[in-house]
């Protein structure tokens, strides 16, 4: 059974970055058909996809995020999400998450069934 744990999270002013880090409790889920995902939900707003990877390196990031954030790995046992340029619209709480290995990827949150607590991110 995956955990996650992310941190990272803060208040940052509109322009600034942010790395939020994922640590995996099992880091051989992220070999052989994993699929992780980053993902952040606002108050009164439903969960939205930032940023989904498959193993294969086939990576899918939200058309709000493009060009401004990164995924990337380090060891197979931490995800994270570098995120430069931040909004005030980038303020939510983010998750990180994991896929059924062998599933589909994709940005849905339905897809997903292992989260973390979430760290909060505060743009201003």
């Known amino acids: 059974h995956v955990q996650l744990v992310e941190s990272g999270g803060g208040s940052v002013q509109a322009g600034g970055s942010l790395r939020l880090a994922c640590a995996l409790s099992r880091y051989t889920e992220m070999y052989s058909g994993y699929c992780m995902g980053w993902f952040r939900q606002a108050p009164g707003t439903v969960r939205e996809g930032v940023v989904a990877?498959?193993?294969?390196?086939?990576t899918r990031y939200a058309d709000s995020v493009k060009g401004r954030f990164a995924i990337s790995q380090a060891y197979g046992e931490t995800l994270y999400l570098q995120m430069n340029s931040l909004k005030p619209e980038d303020t939510a709480m983010y998750y990180c998450a994991s896929a059924p290995k062998g599933g589909p990827c994709s940005l849905s949150a339905l897809l997903f069934g292992v989260w973390g607590q979430g760290t909060q991110v505060t743009v201003s």
């Open positions: 990877i498959r193993s294969d390196g086939d």
